[in-house]
């Protein structure tokens, strides 16, 4: 399967923290499935670790080695992307979140979210 990781699904696996199910932490640590990681979630989680509104166990530095490690996608924004987004309803506020919902339905993947509000869009998301 082809699964893109929301931003909190990476801080809670990069922090193990118990939030996170051992179905999905499974799911992640499973060779035959592909992790997308979208630079959307990598800027997201950026920002709020240097404006202290997010602490996690790693710094940038020792994220981006345990990424490039795990061989998982490095998703970046695409025309089509946009193209995706600029088309979709605004029934969710977040711009990270709804860039991410675009990408997932732009490229056919799965999201892996406990955020709830992804579930308005016919975007596949599991939880």
Same mark, same amino acid.
């Given at each position: 399967m082809r699964y893109l990781i929301d931003t909190?699904?990476?801080?809670?696996?990069?922090?193990? /923290? @118990?939030a996170l199910p051992q179905k999905y932490a499974?799911?992640?640590r499973n060779p035959q499935n592909k992790l997308y990681l979208s630079i959307v979630s990598i800027w997201e989680l950026t920002i709020k670790m240097s404006s202290k @509104?997010?602490?996690c166990d790693k710094n940038?530095?020792?994220?981006e080695e345990y990424i490039l490690s795990k061989d998982y996608e490095i998703m970046n924004v695409s +025309? &089509?992307? %946009?193209k #995706?987004? +600029? /088309?979709l309803p605004k029934l969710h506020g977040d711009? +990270? /979140?709804?860039? !991410?919902?675009?990408?997932? %339905? #732009?490229? /056919? !993947?799965?999201?892996?979210? &406990?955020d709830k509000e992804f579930q308005a869009y016919s975007v596949n998301v599991i939880w």
């Open positions: 909190h699904v990476l801080i809670w696996y990069l922090n193990g /923290d @118990k499974g799911l992640m @509104k997010l602490e940038i530095q020792e994220i +025309f &089509a992307h %946009l #995706t987004l +600029f /088309d711009p +990270f /979140d709804r860039l !991410l919902i675009a990408q997932a %339905l #732009t490229e /056919d !993947l799965t999201i892996i979210s &406990a």
